[in-house]
């Protein structure tokens, strides 16, 4: 038997507006609306609702037997409810199907587990709290940001009371290995790891429209009989793709709609398929073997490292001029500021200022708002130098500079090199 594990991310992050030197300490407007209510208007038709309405359709049609699972950002979902309610209204009625499943992650999408554990954790709680509230789920599985896992990680999350968490099957980690068994992580021995097959996801999300390849056009049926050979050397494929796959990575004309919806009922002609959510192939299937990450592996890119985010010296300043500020922000306990740093954290910024331009260059491009890395960095600190003099401003108004910072605050003359220089002179 061999059951298909659907994943889907959902996010968009809260683009910033152009935000130049001469901007800071005169308006505070960092984030670009315009350009961000756009974007959603644009997916939410190509993609959000109809595919939701094809799951709708889908699930109906197999009488509960076609299951999928998400992950979906806070990130976004401030902006479908800002933007866009009629997308959490279609998310819920999946959810009311009870065959739909929402996963936990960090709620801004953010990098915190690999500098704040406290903000990590923070994040964490406050994702599953919306989940709960939106969808009446309290989810068991946990899904870090781009799959960025490792050993400590799947530990911590162990110790946070998840069942299972999702990670890149990465070829150099598997040695030989197959993705589609149920692993664990080295020192967590309870959570059960569930690896995306990349080989199968990819050639939808990335490979289904591109006509060089030589698989080039993907049939329902072929794609079904290379998951049908997996039955007797595996019992779980996991396929875990950017919802965005169906209909803005993939556009329509590229019949990825009908690719989606010929593939259950072709898939269930086999009496050994089934579909389940995360957590029912976490339950379903025993722990075969243990994975050991020690370094992180996501899912980005040729490397399958963090190299996307923190592989230059523009981006690693940028990160830690971020959370060096962390205390200074948390200090204030003005919802407000905590809330502006918080979608300050979310990975895209760093994303935006990625340097590898060659085999991954046009998946960095991908709703860019930035003409250049070097300008998505020289944007970002702009808006962070702000930030901080607004941050500044509150403690000394509650009398908590001297406090948090210890020895004062003295503004250095060129701040823009580095906000946190704000806070410790």
């Not at 110790?159 to 020192?187: K, Q, T, W």
């Not at 803005?248 to 590229?254: I, N, R, V």
Request: net charge negative.
């Amino acid at each position: 038997m061999v059951s298909v594990c659907f994943y889907f991310h959902v996010h968009q992050p809260h683009r910033l507006g152009h935000y130049s030197i001469f901007d800071i300490g005169n308006h505070t407007d960092y984030f670009d609306e315009h350009k961000n209510r756009q974007i959603i208007d644009k997916v939410k038709e190509k993609c959000y609702l109809k595919t939701n309405n094809i799951l709708y359709r889908l699930i109906k049609q197999h009488d509960g037997k076609f299951k999928v699972s998400f992950s979906i950002t806070g990130s976004i979902i401030e902006q479908f409810e800002r933007f866009a309610p009629e997308v959490i209204d279609s998310f819920k009625r999946l959810a009311d199907t009870g065959c739909v499943e929402f996963l936990s992650e960090t709620y801004n999408h953010s990098l915190a587990f690999l500098f704040s554990k406290d903000e990590f954790k923070e994040q964490v709680l406050m994702h599953r709290r919306k989940m709960q509230e939106l969808f009446n789920q309290t989810p068991t599985v946990f899904r870090n940001t781009e799959l960025i896992f490792n050993n400590e990680l799947a530990r911590y999350i162990q110790d946070m009371g998840f069942e299972a968490i999702l990670a890149e099957g990465a070829d150099y980690i598997l040695n030989g290995r197959s993705p589609n068994h149920v692993y664990n992580a080295v020192n967590a021995e309870k959570i059960k790891v569930l690896l995306k097959n990349y080989k199968l996801s990819d050639d939808v999300a990335f490979r289904f429209s591109d006509k060089n390849w030589q698989e080039h056009p993907l049939s329902v049926e072929k794609y079904v009989q290379w998951i049908n050979q997996i039955n007797g050397g595996g019992e779980l494929v996991n396929l875990f793709m950017d919802y965005e796959t169906f209909g803005e990575h993939q556009w329509e004309d590229t019949g990825i709609f009908n690719f989606l919806e010929l593939l259950p009922g072709e898939l269930l002609k086999h009496p050994d398929n089934n579909f389940v959510t995360v957590s029912e192939a976490a339950r379903k299937y025993p722990i075969r073997d243990t994975v050991d990450m020690h370094n992180f592996v996501s899912w980005a890119d040729l490397e399958r490292d963090i190299s996307a985010w923190l592989g230059n010296p523009l981006q690693q300043a940028a990160a830690r001029a971020l959370y060096d500020m962390e205390k200074y922000v948390k200090a204030t306990n003005n919802y407000q500021l905590i809330a502006t740093w918080r979608k300050l954290t979310t990975s895209d910024h760093l994303y935006y200022m990625c340097t590898k331009w060659f085999s991954d260059g046009d998946v960095h491009k991908y709703f860019n708002p930035y003409d250049s890395p070097y300008d998505a960095y020289i944007m970002y600190m702009n808006v962070l130098n702000d930030f901080a003099r607004r941050v500044k401003a509150e403690l000394k108004e509650l009398g908590l500079l001297q406090i948090v910072s210890g020895e004062g605050a003295a503004l250095p003359e060129k701040i823009h090199e580095n906000p946190s220089l704000i806070f410790s002179g």
